[in-house]
């Protein structure tokens, strides 16, 4: 039997991978997937969820989720309420069961990248950076134009390398380059503030000009999707080394009827 794919708004491919796709499962080693074995994959319907929509521009995370309970449940099928839901789910702090969420819709639809990155920041958020990785390569191999998993993964990247110089350390390392080095990934994260123009230096009046704080990584910079829902491609720059991955909020993939 022949099953149609679920697309997204971000001009994704829909072409299967033809390779070895390794899969990040809740507690489980990761699992392989051949082209062959992508191609059974769920169909899904059309997303037209506006009171829905409208409770997650208002932060009502549990009128959102016993809405989004409802519609899937009559709509089992709707791969955006599910995604939402597991967004949602993030919200609540009920990472369990969001990245339970995330990880069936990552074997149901295994070629969109936007579950895999956001259970890639839930991973990352618990400090199971491995696995992170492993999700976000996955994300960037099933789209390999999807760029906002690029940034998290050079964010993680980065993350696992300050880890790594760290314990350096604590084992006794003396290399100045291994302190130097946590130094420049610490200003990477937060640079230093900078001085003032000569001009208002001259006056007296200059002040340092302090870095802009982390922006709520769940908050897209702008919203295309629709009035009230944010969009899924602007996303706020990676907070620093103990601040969540930035994830695909709330506009899901888009499904073809």
Not at 33 to 40: E, F, I, N, R, V
Not at 59 to 80: E, F, G
Not at 194 to 200: D, F, I, S, V
Not at 215 to 242: H, I, R
Request: charged residues 20%; proline residues 9%.
């Amino acid at each position: 039997m022949t099953h149609r794919h679920a697309r997204t708004p971000l001009q994704l491919s829909c072409r299967l991978v033809s390779r070895t796709l390794a899969i990040a499962a809740l507690g489980f080693a990761c699992v392989g997937m051949s082209g062959a074995a992508l191609a059974q994959t769920s169909t899904a319907t059309r997303d037209d969820t506006p009171q829905i929509d409208s409770a997650i521009a208002g932060k009502d995370w549990n009128a959102a989720l016993t809405q989004l309970d409802a519609r899937i449940a009559s709509n089992p099928r709707d791969v955006q309420a599910k995604f939402k839901r597991a967004t949602v789910l993030a919200r609540l702090n009920r990472d369990d069961e969001a990245i339970a969420a995330f990880t069936e819709l990552t074997q149901a639809y295994p070629e969109l990248p936007e579950p895999y990155n956001n259970l890639a920041a839930l991973y990352a958020k618990k400090g199971r950076y491995e696995d992170a990785r492993v999700a976000l390569e996955t994300a960037v191999k099933a789209n390999p134009g999807y760029a906002l998993a690029y940034d998290n993964l050079g964010d993680l990247y980065l993350r696992l390398a300050s880890e790594s110089y760290k314990r350096a350390q604590s084992l006794g390392s003396k290399s100045p380059l291994t302190r130097q080095r946590i130094t420049a990934i610490q200003n990477i994260y937060n640079p230093p503030k900078k001085r003032a123009g000569a001009a208002e230096g001259a006056s007296g009046t200059g002040a340092a000009i302090a870095p802009s704080p982390a922006a709520d990584e769940w908050a897209p910079a702008s919203g295309a999707a629709s009035p009230t829902m944010p969009g899924p491609d602007d996303y706020a720059p990676f907070g620093g080394p103990t601040s969540p991955l930035p994830a695909t909020p709330y506009v899901a993939p888009q499904a073809q009827p």
